[in-house]
């Protein structure tokens, strides 16, 4: 997927993300991609495709009703930094992800919480 924008990869993800689709959510990933989760106190880094599957499933089942909402972009060379609000039940938390993106699909998802 050489010449996707960055933007534009990071979109496909949050797409698929949106939907809860974890099929397209690994197809807008590398195989040997990373996500830093925002656990306490430090985060839990998951690498790879099967170990970052785990942690959305994970995610969707402990919270089916939960919602990311996008606040801000920024696109700079291979980076992209999304702000958002995550939005559950009768509560919320900002953050950010800094995203990397190779070759058109998303190699790295670091996330960061408020609070």
Do not use: N
């Not at 009703?65 to 509560?91: K, M």
């Amino acid at each position: 997927m050489t010449g996707v924008r960055p933007l534009d990869a990071v979109a496909r993800f949050q797409t698929a993300f949106a939907a809860q689709d974890l099929d397209g959510i690994m197809a807008a990933m590398t195989p040997d991609c990373v996500f830093d989760d925002t656990t306490p106190p430090d985060g839990v880094r998951h690498e790879g495709a099967d170990h970052v599957r785990a942690a959305w499933e994970q995610l969707f089942r402990r919270s089916p009703d939960g919602a990311f909402h996008t606040e801000e972009l920024i696109e700079a060379s291979d980076r992209v930094v999304v702000c958002w609000r995550y939005d559950w039940g009768t509560g919320h938390v900002r953050g950010v992800d800094v995203f990397t993106v190779r070759d058109g699909l998303v190699a790295e998802k670091r996330a960061y919480v408020k609070g």
